[in-house]
């Protein structure tokens, strides 16, 4: 099983400053990583998949990049809707698919 | 729009099943795999498994072996997951996800909570 960690496990940010949350894999996961965002009492969104491609209807200032074993998520100018807890996944090798344990992004 | 809707709360004792169901809209059903994640309260996602809505094939993920059932019903486009010999430890909110491969997740459910307790 592929093991997913994520760092930081919280991460304090103003708005409009860029946030950097990083995930990494236990053994190559080549491109096959998605992020997700989610907000307290909702399910799970699709941000990121493919590492680096952008869901339908995702804003501009979220960003993937990454491939093999480690991998960034980037908000370049944080909105106050953009608190929430964020999750890694990967779907390289399954069974199982994998998720990270989350980092919380929060109002510094 | 693609959306997934899914069945109402569950509470049970130790011991028993409970299946939970997921109703697909907006799209052609069997051109998606459903996924089942949970998530325990305060807990982090965990993937239960994948079902081919096309087929009915499944795969499920080790530590469910034996207690998960993915099945689907093409003629309502719902799909359904039943876990057996429940524990307090299975107390979590439940979702569905789809995806046009066996990959990411997109969209989910809206998710089902189910409770043990004796």
């Known amino acids: 099983e592929i093991v997913m960690t994520q760092s930081p496990a919280t991460l304090s940010v103003s708005p409009g400053e860029r946030a950097t949350l990083s995930c990494r894999a236990s053994?190559?996961?080549?491109?096959?990583l998605a992020w997700y965002q989610q907000k307290p009492g909702q399910a799970p969104r699709l941000l990121i998949y493919?590492?680096?491609t952008r869901a339908t209807g995702i804003p501009a200032r979220f960003s993937g990049s990454g491939s093999g074993t480690e991998f960034t998520l980037t908000i370049s100018s944080l909105q106050s809707e953009d608190f929430a807890v964020y999750y890694c996944?990967?779907?390289?090798?399954?069974?199982?698919?994998?998720f990270g344990q989350g980092t919380k992004v929060e109002i510094k | 729009q693609v959306q997934l809707v899914q069945s109402g709360a569950e509470v049970k004792k130790p011991g028993a099943s409970v299946k939970v169901s997921c109703k697909a809209s907006?799209?052609?059903?069997?051109?998606?795999?459903m996924h089942w994640v949970r998530q325990a309260p305060g807990q982090g996602l965990e993937w239960m498994g994948i079902?081919?809505?096309?087929?009915?094939?499944?795969s499920y993920a080790q530590k469910f072996q034996g207690r998960v059932t993915m099945t689907r019903d093409t003629s309502t486009s719902t799909v359904y997951m039943e876990l057996s010999s429940l524990r307090s430890e299975d107390t979590a909110v439940y979702y569905c996800?789809?995806?046009?491969?066996?990959?990411?997740?997109?969209?989910w459910g809206q998710g089902t909570l189910v409770t043990v307790s004796s």
């Open positions: 907006g799209y052609t059903f069997t051109s998606y795999y």
């Open positions: 996800a789809s995806g046009a491969r066996p990959g990411w997740f997109d969209p």
């Open positions: 079902i081919n809505p096309s087929g009915g094939s499944t």
């Open positions: 493919g590492a680096s």
């Open positions: 053994q190559s996961v080549s491109s096959n």
């Open positions: 996944q990967q779907y390289n090798n399954w069974p199982p698919m994998t």
